[in-house]
């Protein structure tokens, strides 16, 4: 087997927590399922998501100071399916589930009690996705609760083509 299939196979059987980033840019509402992001730094904090080059968020988003990185419930199926089944592109995903405005009038899905607004301090091409790096600006944490896992995520058409 080559690396390439090895990587592959090797990652496709890891488990991790699903995101979903907003952003906004001027009145435009923006809004993708992310499934690359990690913490990079403790201090300064700093958190890296990455955006695929397929997607509205990416394409419009690219232009924002502020993204916004919200855990996903296990319990918000729906949540996770609207965000990386549906392409902004062809449906207002905000007009389908319960937001307010947040701080530079980022949305904050009100289903996501754990978020945190995150001010772009960088970004890069990665391949087929560009990598964000975020210093936190605003956050909440409630208590905690489940995540919304990879292995539930796959199994999601997404709302563009790959």
Known sequence: MDAATTFDSLVGGLEYPMFIVTARVGEERLGCLVG????TSIEPPRFAVCLSHN???FRRGREA??????CVPADAEELAELFGGETGDEVDKFERCAW???PDG?????ACEN????RVVWHADAGDHDLFLLEPVAAQAAPAEREFSFHRAKRIEAGHEA
């Open 36 to 39: 690359f992001a990690t913490q």
């Open 55 to 57: 997607n509205r968020t």
């Open 65 to 70: 100071g502020l993204l916004c990185v919200h």
């Open 100 to 102: 307010h405005d947040g």
């Open 106 to 110: 980022v949305p904050i899905l009100d």
């Open 115 to 118: 978020w945190f607004a995150g």
